[in-house]
């Protein structure tokens, strides 16, 4: 959901979390009021993952445990709510676009990359959007410090792809849907 460097995000995504649903989520109360550090500290940085100590890991893993699907749905209703509801209010001709489309662009919401290109893109085909997103992907330094400009690898390469690969019919959305949910394994 968020990054590693600048976790500025996650105690208000857990806050929502708890409003949709108080009881399933009750474990991320203990987070709302961290701090950057507070987050730094237990899950680590980049380059030093604490996953293994971690006691916000433990908190998501329970409630995973407990309902790994509600809890990916309440996921994207906030998803949707704060990144993509806010992009088809700015560009509504993507209503129209495939839902991998509206993804792929909403991801670089999330990733925090400049979406103001898509003021040009309405006439483009959805494959020219998505290599669109992968060229942006690769070449913007987000807060995941991911940016590597190589645009045929790692999540520059991976999530745009998987666009591609639905709108060719490579792939169809319940097997990402399965992959997603790891019942399938190792496919991107």
């Known amino acids: 959901w968020t990054a590693l460097e600048k976790m500025n995000n996650i105690a208000p995504f857990f806050k929502k979390c708890i409003e949709m649903d108080s009881a399933l989520c009750a474990p991320l109360a203990a987070f ?21 100590t971690s006691q916000v890991k433990a908190a998501l893993s329970q409630i995973c445990d407990t309902d790994r699907e509600t809890f990916l749905t309440i996921q994207m209703d906030i998803a949707k ?6 992009l088809l209010s700015e560009y509504p001709w993507l209503e129209n676009r495939p839902s991998c489309v509206q993804g792929a ?11 103001g290109w898509l003021g040009t893109y309405e006439s483009a085909s959805d494959e020219e959007i998505i290599k669109k997103v992968r060229h942006t992907i690769a070449n913007t330094s987000s807060t995941a410090g991911e940016a590597t400009g190589n645009e045929n690898a790692g999540r520059a390469y991976n ?5 591609l690969e639905i709108l060719s019919g490579a792939v169809s959305t319940e097997e990402v849907e399965k992959y997603i949910l790891k019942e399938v394994k190792n496919k991107y």
């Open 159 to 163: 999530e745009p792809q998987i666009a």
């Open 81 to 86: 709510e704060e990144y993509l509801d806010p």
């Open 105 to 115: 662009v909403m991801h670089l919401r999330v990733w925090g990359a400049s979406t």
């Open 32 to 52: 709302t009021s961290w701090s950057v550090s507070d987050f730094t500290n237990d899950i680590g940085t980049p380059g030093n993952i604490k996953y293994s």
